[in-house]
C-alpha cells in the first residue's frame, strides 16, 4: 500500500503546495486523481515516485520509505513502478519494439525472455502489427499504447499516470483510460491524475481524490449517503 502522512511540500520559492496531507492507497486500488490546474497533482505524483522531496511528512510506498531512501536506491526504486507521461516519452529513432526491449534491458531481462515478453505485451494493447514501426509513424493513441506497454512490461506493483490522456482525442481518451483499468484488474495498484471528467464518470471503478486548496478536498472513498 501508500501511505503518506503529514505530508507538506514547499517548492525553493517557498510556495507551499501541499500541506499536511494524508492518504492511503490500498493494493490494488484503482485511483483518479483531479483538481485545477496548478493545484499540485503533479507534485504529488512526484513525491511518490521520488522526483521531487517532500518538505515534512514520511510517504511509505510498498514498504520503501520513500522519504528517508538513500539517492543510490532511487533508480531500483523507480524500476518497480510503470510511469506514464502526457507526453508519451518514447524513444523517436528507435522502433516501437526497442523502446519496450529498452524497458526491459534496464531492468537486464534476458534476450530471450526480452523476445517473448514485447511481443507478448504489445499483444495485449493491439499494436503487435507496429513493432516494427518508428513512433512518426503512429497516432496519439497508438504512442500512448505504446507508453503503456513500456510502463507494464517489467510487471510493475504500481502504475502512474500523469494526464496520460492530455495528448489525445476524447475516444482514445476512453481505450486508454479502458486499458488502465484492465491493468488494475489484472493486480496492478493505478494511480491516475486526469481532467477529464466525461471520461471519469464511465469508470466508477476508480475511487477519486480531488486535490486544491493545497489538501484533498474531495475523496469517494470516504463519502456518506
Ligand atoms: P498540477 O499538476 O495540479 O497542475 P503542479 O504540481 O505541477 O500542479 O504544480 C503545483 C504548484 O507548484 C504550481 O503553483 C506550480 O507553479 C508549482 N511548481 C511546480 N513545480 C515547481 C518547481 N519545480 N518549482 C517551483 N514551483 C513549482
Ligand atoms: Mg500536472
Known amino acids: 500500500m501508500i501511505r503518506l502522512r503529514n ?6 520559492n517557498s510556495v507551499v503546495v501541499l500541506r499536511d496531507l494524508n492518504l492511503d492507497i490500498d493494493t490494488g486500488e484503482a485511483l483518479f486523481v483531479v483538481g485545477d490546474s496548478g493545484s499540485g497533482k503533479s507534485t504529488f505524483l512526484k513525491l511518490i ?3 521531487e522531496e517532500v518538505t515534512s511528512g514520511s510517504i511509505e510506498v510498498f514498504g520503501n520509505d520513500v522519504v528517508k531512501m538513500k539517492k543510490k536506491d532511487i533508480p531500483y526504486y523507480r524500476r518497480t513502478m510503470g510511469i506514464v507521461f502526457q507526453d508519451f516519452r518514447i524513444i523517436e529513432n528507435m522502433t516501437v519494439f526497442q523502446n519496450v526491449e529498452l524497458a526491459m534491458r534496464i531492468c537486464r531481462s534476458s534476450t530471450s525472455y526480452i523476445k517473448k515478453r514485447v511481443p507478448y505485451v504489445l499483444s495485449l494493447f493491439s499494436i503487435e502489427d507496429k513493432a516494427y514501426r518508428y513512433p512518426c509513424e503512429l497516432s496519439g493513441g497508438e ?3 505504446v507508453g503503456l506497454a513500456r510502463a507494464i512490461v517489467n510487471n510493475p506493483k504500481l502504475i502512474i499516470a500523469d494526464e496520460p490522456t492530455g495528448n489525445v482525442d476524447p475516444s482514445t481518451s476512453y481505450e486508454i483510460i479502458d486499458l488502465l483499468s484492465q491493468i488494475n484488474k489484472r493486480g496492478t ?6 481532467h477529464d ?7 466508477l471503478s476508480f475511487r477519486v481524490i480531488e486535490i486544491g486548496n493545497h489538501g484533498i478536498q474531495r475523496d469517494s472513498a470516504k463519502l456518506v449517503s
Open 189 to 194: 495498484t493505478v494511480v491516475v491524475v486526469t
Open 7 to 12: 505530508v507538506t511540500k514547499m517548492y525553493s
Open 49 to 51: 515516485t521520488k522526483e
Open 197 to 203: 471528467v466525461s471520461v471519469m464518470d464511465k469508470f
Open 143 to 145: 504512442k500512448q499504447r
